[in-house]
């Protein structure tokens, strides 16, 4: 049985930052397309950031410069590290992998919000 579990998400003020991780089980992130994305109240889903098997990363305009994906293949744990955050970072943050032949899988989120 797969399982993502998101943490790290809370309350930060403007210009704060926070760490997200994803324990994954059941699958082995380093061979995957793993991912975060996140959805804002009233918003359409966005992807965040992506890190591939062999390690190359992309990520949204929006968090460019700002947003850090990375993994631990040790700990098969995925991280978001979110610095200088914005009101407009609030959602929340879906941690997700992808291979071919594969189902995709999702975690159930963890809650970011950017307020002081």
């Known amino acids: 049985q797969v399982q993502l579990v998101e943490s790290g998400g809370g309350l930060v003020q403007p210009g704060g930052s926070l760490r997200l991780s994803c324990a994954a089980s059941?699958?082995?992130?380093?061979?995957?397309?793993m991912g975060w994305s996140r959805q804002a109240p009233g918003k359409l889903r966005e992807l965040v950031a992506t890190?591939?098997?062999?390690?190359?990363?992309v990520y949204a305009d929006s968090v460019t410069g700002r947003f850090t994906i990375s993994r631990d293949d040790a700990g098969n744990t995925l991280y978001l590290q979110m610095n200088s955050l914005k009101s407009q970072d609030t959602a929340v943050y879906y941690c997700h992998s992808r291979r071919m032949g594969d189902t995709n899988y999702w975690g159930r989120g963890t809650q970011v919000t950017v307020s002081s």
């Open positions: 059941g699958i082995i992130v380093r061979l995957y397309t």
């Open positions: 890190i591939t098997s062999s390690g190359r990363t």
